[in-house]
């Protein structure tokens, strides 16, 4: 958690991205922890939408599915579930929700809320966060200028629902075996048991042991015994789960 007062803040998805300012959610009724502002369309864009007809089309979609279409629109047809928007990933469950998850791949700063200090200045409550899950909510703007009716502009938000940073877990805390390499004798008596090496993969106790045992007889528990009765001496790869190392 950061603490700031003087902390320049933004709640447009490109300026939190390309800048790096601090995301402070909009306060909004409906939006459990305020909104982002995702996008800004309007129908003189260059290149989006060179037809009226075109943006017609748009605003039909919208007004008749809402949010659901919003996001069609973005991942380049209804049938994706997923995509890159260029500043985030955006993920929703099914083709019909107005309810997804953007994903950045850098973490943000987000502003999470606030106190005075004993100054007077108010400080902002701040933490990095890696994801946003909310509800697509849009609103329309007109213009003058357009008699037909028709809104000249639309302005897209996510109402957020929650948000957070992935837990990334240590790789050693994840792993619950290890690899023995030990050497026995051809008839496995006890009193033969010398352990080599511990490793945390088998492919990598079998490199050590081809790099110095490599005229020994490889036996990996639970396969069988030795494949000939040449060799007196030979080498066991075996895994114990981490629990039951300590027992051996």
């Known amino acids: 958690m950061q603490t700031t007062h003087g902390a320049q803040t933004s709640n447009r998805l490109f300026e939190i991205v390309?800048?790096?300012?601090?995301?402070?959610?909009?306060?909004?009724?409906?939006?459990?922890?305020?909104?982002?502002?995702?996008?800004?369309?309007?129908?003189?864009?260059?290149?989006?939408?060179?037809?009226?007809?075109?943006?017609?089309?748009?605003?039909?979609?919208?007004?008749?599915?809402?949010?659901?279409?919003?996001?069609?629109?973005?991942?380049?047809?209804?049938?994706?579930?997923?995509?890159?928007?260029?500043?985030?990933?955006?993920?929703?469950?099914?083709?019909?929700?107005?309810?997804?998850?953007?994903?950045?791949?850098?973490?943000?700063?987000?502003?999470?809320?606030?106190?005075?200090?004993?100054?007077?200045?108010?400080?902002?409550?701040?933490?990095e966060v890696d994801y946003l899950v909310g509800e697509i909510a849009y609103e329309w703007f007109y213009s003058k200028r357009l008699r037909t009716g028709r809104a000249s502009s639309i302005?897209?938000?996510?109402?957020?629902?929650?948000?957070?940073?992935?837990?990334?877990?240590?790789?050693?805390?994840?792993?619950?075996?290890?690899?023995?390499l030990?050497?026995?004798?051809?008839?496995?008596?006890?009193?033969s048991r010398v352990t080599l090496g511990v490793f945390t993969s088998k492919e990598k106790a079998i490199i050590r042991m081809k790099e110095n045992y490599g005229d020994a007889e490889l036996y990996e528990c639970g396969t069988g015994q030795w494949k000939s009765d040449e060799k007196s001496l030979g080498i066991q790869i075996c895994e114990v789960e981490l629990d039951k190392f300590e027992e051996l």
Request: net charge negative.
């Open 18 to 127: 390309d800048d790096g300012i601090v995301f402070k959610p909009e306060s909004n009724r409906d939006a459990k922890y305020g909104r982002l502002e995702i996008d800004n369309l309007s129908s003189d864009m260059d290149g989006m939408f060179p037809r009226q007809a075109e943006w017609t089309k748009f605003t039909n979609k919208v007004d008749n599915d809402g949010g659901s279409y919003i996001l069609s629109y973005y991942l380049g047809g209804k049938k994706n579930l997923k995509g890159d928007i260029g500043y985030c990933m955006i993920e929703r469950q099914n083709w019909y929700d107005d309810v997804c998850t953007l994903t950045f791949k850098e973490p943000i700063k987000m502003v999470v809320g606030g106190f005075r200090n004993k100054d007077g200045e108010w400080e902002h409550i701040i933490e």
């Open 155 to 180: 302005e897209i938000y996510l109402n957020i629902k929650d948000y957070g940073k992935k837990i990334v877990q240590d790789v050693q805390s994840e792993r619950t075996a290890v690899w023995l």
């Open 182 to 191: 030990e050497e026995y004798d051809q008839w496995f008596s006890s009193t």
